[in-house]
Nanobody, 114 residues
């Protein structure tokens, strides 16, 4: 069974950069498209970006130009590098397989204050 663990969140001020990590234990994901999502309380989970097995990324409009998704297959880890952070980026961030999603992890809270 795949177990997803997100980390790297925190409380930060507007601007600057932050890197989130997602370790997928119990599975080797190098042949899968991995995605990052975020969710604000009371709202639906929102897709942020995904990275296919060939390393080609796709971003939501809100993330394009500011966020970078990457992966380290040797570490079974997917990253989300967030730059130019804004208060609207405040959310709990999750990772999962883009297709055939497995059980969601606990996510990591990112809070951006102005």
């Amino acid at each position: 069974q795949v177990h997803l663990v997100e980390s790297g969140g925190g409380s930060v001020q507007t601007g600057g950069s932050l890197r989130l990590s997602c370790v997928a234990s119990g599975s080797k994901h190098q042949h899968s498209t991995m995605a990052w999502y975020r969710q604000v309380p009371g709202s639906k989970r929102e897709w942020v970006a995904h990275l296919d097995a060939l390393g080609s990324p796709t971003y939501a409009a809100s993330a394009k130009g500011r966020f970078t998704i990457s992966r380290d297959n040797a570490k079974n880890t997917v990253y989300l590098h967030m730059s130019d952070r804004r208060p609207v980026d405040t959310a709990v961030y999750y990772c999962n397989f883009l297709r055939n999603a497995t059980s969601w992890g606990k996510g990591t809270q990112v809070t951006v204050s102005s």
